[in-house]
């Protein structure tokens, strides 16, 4: 009995450290980036009697060209799939790492725009690329948080004990055993993906080099100089990316290759048919938030980052490590 009091007060001790030590981060990080966004806009903004292209006429086309920064997001978007099963026994790698993988692959791929800036030789564009990477980072911090919040339902970061876990749940609770759809992690978890949407968006926003993508009057010129300097690639780069999310947020909230009514006629249907179906749904989902998203709304989005989003992701996480502790 005593041993069993001390096992539960050692692992209080370690959730409370645990809760400490991430509440610490965030909110140092949060300090810390919001100094360094005001420092870097006072570094981006260039002076009003300056000539805007003054900046980019000192660099040679082939610098504002150059496709490996571009290129290097499509390899790390598409190297995302070698831990995504697409069905039960179509896969590349099954590792039981696989959201830790992903999740680290986008935060390589925003490292892309700093990296073209830098290429690009420009003083300014570089700054107002770190700014972006300081506007962005709460975001993809925020979708680290999720995604873990969510594995701690499986107890597991592989991708197919996700999908296994979500073969019971609510339908056998409410006695409804063939509508399979309600055993999908969308239903409990649904605050938990509008954030993963949301920062999902954010992260593509911070790759894309169209102009029209970017808040109004968040950036100046030299950010679409640092954006536009890894080329065309960097814009496939990013719809690449979206996919590979598109497929996470398949495997993690809704069921992965799972049908939504367990029928003889839909069984006839192949996993990665649903798979990809779920995807392109998602796909689309995206897309519209670009098109529906105002530019004022952009710039809204982009400066919660660090003072709502991360900290209530955060939360989150820590509630759900809670109570899956306690709950089991």
Known sequence: MLAGEDASSVDLLRMGLTTGFVLFVVVGASLGARALDQRLALAVAP??????????????????????????????????????????????????????????????????????????????????????????????????????????????????????????????????????????????????????????WIVLQSLKADSAERPAGLFCHAKMRASAAAGDNAVIAAYALAVLLCGVATIVFFGGWSSPIDTRLLQLVPGPVWFFAKVGGLLAALMMMCAVITPNRRATLWRMGWRRVLPASAAAFVVAAAVARIFG
């Open 47 to 200: 002076p009003a009697a300056e000539d805007p292209e003054a900046d980019n006429a000192a660099v040679p086309d082939t610098a504002l060209g150059n496709p490996v920064p571009g290129a290097l997001a499509m390899a790390l978007a598409l190297s995302g799939w070698s831990v995504l099963p697409i069905s039960d026994n179509l896969f590349v790698a099954d590792t039981g790492f696989s959201l830790l993988f992903v999740a680290g692959l986008v935060v390589l791929s925003v490292l892309v725009v700093p990296l073209s800036a830098w290429w690009s030789g420009g003083r300014r564009a570089f700054h107002a690329a770190l700014r972006s990477m300081a506007l962005t980072a709460p975001f993809v911090l925020a979708l680290a948080c999720v995604l873990f919040a969510v594995a701690l339902s499986a107890r597991s970061l592989s991708a197919r004990q996700l999908v296994a876990a979500q073969q019971t749940g609510l339908a056998d609770a409410f006695g409804l055993p063939w509508l399979t759809m309600l055993n999908w992690n969308i239903w409990p978890f649904l605050p938990f993906f509008a954030v993963f949407m949301v920062s999902s």
